[in-house]
């Protein structure tokens, strides 16, 4: 059987990604201070683009099943948001903490003279996102292009006195990585 364009949870997922961490507007809602939208809102906003079929229950099945867990609910289920990777200004509250001695960013291989020179910069987003492992960065970085990654000397860089985010889905976050904090991983 056939699903539903309009109740396909990956192409859905990711235009709530694009509403909840880009364009609110896109709906006509508003995200408050901290990155949340009115869950009534959101989904009246979702159906009235005519694209996507939005209800309660699709939309708890889209916040459990992600695979990369990119919304969450606050307490009372009124509210949504984003974890991170928002490009408009928002405070999600993340809490300051001490990262592991090591961190990895995936990106494609284009982009690696550009970062070698600069270092990680946080782009379009609030922050330099950071994985806790190999795998994960090279599973963003394939996203991009040819992958190639970048060791992080997150131990280092937090002794001297750089701050660093954990995300409520597990994403290192970060304002950016100077070159010397960088090693290249064959």
Do not use: C
């Not at 709906?27 to 694209?51: F, M, P």
């Amino acid at each position: 059987m056939k699903q539903n364009p309009k109740r396909d949870p990956v192409k859905t997922g990711k235009f709530l990604s694009l509403i909840l961490r880009h364009q609110p507007e896109t709906i006509g809602i508003q995200l408050d201070e901290h990155g949340w939208a009115d869950v009534e809102e959101l989904i009246h906003g979702v159906n009235k683009t005519g694209k996507y079929f939005l209800d309660r229950d699709f939309l708890d099945e889209i916040v459990e099943t992600n695979n990369k867990k990119r919304y969450s609910y606050n307490e009372d289920k009124t509210k949504i948001r984003a974890n991170q990777g928002h490009s408009v200004s928002v405070d999600v509250e993340l809490k300051e903490t001490e990262p592991p001695e090591y961190l990895y960013h995936g990106t494609a291989e284009r982009f690696a003279d550009s970062i070698r020179n600069e270092g990680l910069k946080p782009m379009s987003r609030l922050y330099v996102h950071l994985s806790k492992d190999k795998e994960t960065a090279l599973n963003v970085g394939k996203r991009h292009g040819k992958p190639h990654i970048f060791r992080v000397q997150s131990g280092e860089m937090f002794r001297q006195g750089y701050v660093f985010y954990l995300s409520e889905n597990g994403v290192w976050l970060t304002a950016n990585v100077p070159p010397k904090f960088l090693e290249e991983i064959e």
